[in-house]
């Protein structure tokens, strides 16, 4: 496996891990009858519970755009050590930008958001 695609895996095992934050916390935050109904009118959950969801929403939009770049640099058989350092970039910055989202640090979130899209952009400047 190249490193890009293993980034790619940890990558999704890490949106897999977010998401059981959230509901976690989701539950510490609301209690399992309300999760478990139809959430009509559920409005915005508080604290942790709620940045732990957006982080998570958010981890799932970026999530788009990197998979279809590493996956399109391996079809295309242009995977090298550009993707693969694109590749880790994203990963490391978006585990730390989902802690510190949850945490609740605006500023460095969004460096670390920031960051993470140098990684994308390093993976798709190897395919133009």
Request: glycine share 10%; charged share 10%; net charge positive.
């Amino acid at each position: 496996m190249t490193p890009d695609l293993k980034y790619l895996l940890f990558s999704v095992i890490l949106t897999f891990v977010q998401v059981l934050i959230s509901a976690s916390l989701a539950n510490n935050a609301v209690g399992l009858n309300t999760l478990a109904g139809n959430r009509e009118g559920l409005g915005e959950l508080p604290g942790m519970a709620g940045r732990a969801k957006r982080a998570h929403l958010n981890m799932v939009e970026n999530m788009v755009l990197f998979t279809a770049l590493v996956l399109i640099a391996a079809v295309a058989g242009k995977a090298n050590a550009m993707t693969a350092m694109g590749a880790m970039i994203f990963f490391w910055a978006r585990l730390g930008y989902g802690i510190v989202y949850v945490i609740g640090v605006p500023w460095l979130r969004t460096v670390l958001w920031f960051v993470s899209v140098i990684g994308m952009a390093l993976i798709a400047w190897q395919l133009i």
